[in-house]
C-alpha cells in the first residue's frame, strides 16, 4: 500500500478494506490490515523547542514519521521567534502546500492551526485544534473534563465530587451528555459548556447510563433499567419520545451511532457471550456483528467515514484496542487498551489505557498503529473514558 507521495488519507483509503453496510468484509488484493501501514515521511528545518514538540505531536498521531529531506516526502521549513511561521512544500513536484505567518493565541495553537492547514491540502480532516473530553479522578470520586485534543489546557466542566461516567459530545457543539450521581442515582445530564447550564436529561427508575448522541444531535441513545432489564432505548433530544429497542434480560450497553443515523450499534450478551450487535435506530431486528472471534467485544465507537467499527476486546491478560469493517469480518487487535473514540479524521482514535496501577489517555493512528500518550493533570490519578468531539 505505501504508494510515494500520494496523501495519507488516500494511503489509508486505497489500503483500507471495501465494505458495503450489512455485509461481511472483503480484502482487497495486497490490502494491509489496519496497523500495518508504513508512516508517510515528513522532514522539519528551522523550527524548535516547544513549537518543534507540539509539531512533531500533531503529526505522529496523524501517520507522519520523520526523515531528513532526502528521504522525505513533504518538506517543512519555518521559524518561530515569537510566531510561527511555516511552509510545507511536496518534495516531489516543489509545489507549495502550505505558506503562511501565524499570530495570536499561544505558539501551541499557532502550530495546530498550521498542521491543521497541511493536512487539509492532503484531503485530511483537521483535528488540531478539536477537543476531548473524559473522566477524571483523583479520588472515590471524579469529574468530566474537557481538553484540547493533546491533553493540554484541561479544564473542570463538573465539581460536583460525585461519581461520573461516560461523557459524550453532541455534534458540532461546545455541549456534553454524561452519567453523574450528583443526585445520588445514577442520571443522565446534560449540559451547555458555552453557559455551564447543565440539567437533568434522564432520571427514570433504576439505572440511567451510556448517552450517546445522534449526528444530527437531535435524538440519544442510552440504557436504562427503568423496566427491570437493562435495555437500550432512544428518545428526541428534548427528552420525549422515548422508545425501547431491545428487550431482553441480557445486559446491553456502550450505544454508538453510525455516520447515516440509521443504525446504533451496542454490546449486548446472548448466552453468556458477549457480542456486538446493531439495530435499526427507529426499531427493528438487532442483527449480529462478526468480529472475527475476538473475545467479549464492548465499547463500539462508529468511524465517521463509515468504514470502521473500533471497539474492546477482553482477554484473561488484559484489554485491547480492536477495530472491524463496519459490515462485520476478521477484527485487529492494534494496542493495549479500552475506551476508543474516533476523531473527525477516521484513523486517529484516544483510548485509555493502564499505566503504573492508573488509566491515563494516549491516541493511536490506527493505519500505522503509532501511538502517543496525551498530556495528563499532575492532580488526576486516572483519566479515562474519553469522548472526541466532532
Not at 523547542?49 to 521549513?77: C, H, K, M, R, W
Request: net charge neutral; hydrophobic share 35%.
Amino acid at each position: 500500500m505505501r504508494k510515494v507521495l500520494l496523501p495519507i488519507f488516500y494511503l489509508w483509503v486505497a489500503g483500507t478494506l471495501s465494505f458495503a453496510a450489512t455485509q461481511e468484509i472483503n480484502v482487497e488484493k495486497h490490502a494491509r490490515p489496519p496497523g500495518e501501514t508504513p508512516p508517510t515521511w515528513v522532514s522539519i528545518s528551522g523550527i524548535t523547542g516547544e513549537a518543534l514538540q507540539a509539531l512533531q505531536f500533531d503529526l505522529y498521531v496523524q501517520g507522519f514519521g520523520f526523515t531528513n529531506s532526502e528521504g522525505a516526502q513533504y518538506l517543512i521549513s519555518g521559524s518561530n521567534n515569537g510566531s510561527l511561521q511555516a511552509k510545507a512544500t511536496d518534495a516531489m513536484n516543489k509545489s507549495t502546500l502550505v505558506s503562511k505567518a501565524y499570530t495570536g493565541g499561544t505558539l501551541r495553537r499557532q502550530v495546530h492551526s498550521f498542521v491543521d492547514e497541511f493536512t487539509e491540502a492532503l484531503h485530511m480532516k483537521p483535528i488540531a485544534k478539536t477537543k476531548i473530553a473524559f473522566k477524571g479522578e483523583s479520588g472515590k470520586s471524579g469529574e468530566i473534563f474537557i481538553s484540547d485534543f493533546d491533553g493540554r489546557n484541561a479544564q473542570a466542566v463538573t465539581q460536583d465530587g460525585a461519581i461520573v461516567a461516560a461523557p459524550d459530545w453532541v455534534p458540532g457543539q461546545m455541549a456534553l451528555y454524561y452519567v453523574s450521581y450528583k443526585l445520588n442515582h445514577a442520571d443522565i445530564f446534560y449540559q451547555d459548556l458555552s453557559s455551564t447550564s447543565r440539567r437533568p436529561f434522564a432520571r427514570y427508575g433504576g439505572s440511567n447510563i451510556s448517552p450517546a448522541v445522534s449526528p444530527d444531535g437531535n435524538r440519544v441513545a442510552m440504557i436504562l433499567s427503568k423496566d427491570g432489564w437493562t435495555d437500550l432505548y432512544v428518545c428526541n433530544s428534548d427528552g420525549g419520545g422515548l422508545k425501547r429497542l431491545t428487550k431482553s434480560p441480557q445486559d446491553e450497553s456502550s450505544p454508538c451511532w453510525s455516520p447515516d443515523g440509521k443504525w446504533i450499534c451496542y454490546a449486548a450478551k446472548v448466552g453468556e457471550r458477549r457480542a456486538l450487535w446493531k439495530i435499526p435506530a427507529g426499531g427493528g431486528e438487532g442483527q449480529r456483528l462478526n468480529t472475527g472471534g475476538l473475545p467479549s467485544p464492548s465499547e463500539p465507537d462508529w468511524s465517521p467515514d463509515n468504514k470502521w467499527i473500533a471497539f474492546t476486546s477482553q482477554t484473561r491478560g488484559g484489554f485491547s484496542i480492536c477495530v472491524v469493517h463496519a459490515g462485520g469480518g476478521e477484527a485487529v487487535a492494534l494496542v493495549e487498551g479500552e475506551d476508543p473514540s474516533w476523531s473527525g479524521n477516521s484513523r486517529t482514535l484516544v483510548y485509555g489505557r493502564r499505566a503504573g496501577g492508573r488509566y491515563t489517555l494516549a491516541l493511536l493512528d490506527v493505519p500505522t498503529k503509532q501511538t502517543k500518550d496525551i498530556s495528563r493533570l499532575p492532580e488526576l490519578n486516572s483519566q479515562s473514558q474519553p469522548s472526541w468531539a466532532r
